[in-house]
């Protein structure tokens, strides 16, 4: 069955980076796209970032420049890297794959002013 297991969440100052991880199982990783969504209390579930399965990126205007997104194919993890974080980058981070109904169950991050 599919997997995806969040991890790399914690508390961070405003400024400090973070790298967030999605371990992938139970489907065929490389042929798939994957994305970062996130989840502020209160808020609506937003995207945050999507790499295809050939690499190419795209990223939501909010966290352009500051935010990246990788793959490790050998690893069948996906990566996101966050620097010059922000206090309303605060929200659990999830990872799905592609527009598909597969989740994982998110990862919480918070940066402080």
């Known amino acids: 069955q599919v997997q995806l297991v969040e991890s790399g969440g914690g508390l961070v100052q405003a400024g400090g980076s973070l790298e967030l991880s999605c371990a992938a199982s139970?489907?065929?990783?490389?042929?798939?796209?994957m994305t970062w969504y996130r989840q502020a209390p209160g808020k609506q579930r937003d995207f945050v970032a999507r790499i295809t399965s050939s690499g190419v990126t795209n990223y939501a205007d909010s966290v352009k420049g500051r935010f990246t997104i990788s793959r490790d194919p050998t690893k069948t993890t996906v990566y996101l890297q966050m620097n010059s974080l922000k206090p309303e980058d605060t929200a659990v981070y999830y990872c799905?794959?592609?527009?598909?109904?597969?989740w994982g169950r998110g990862t919480q991050v918070t940066v402080s002013s």
């Open positions: 139970g489907f065929v990783f490389s042929v798939n796209t």
């Open positions: 799905r794959v592609g527009e598909s109904t597969y």
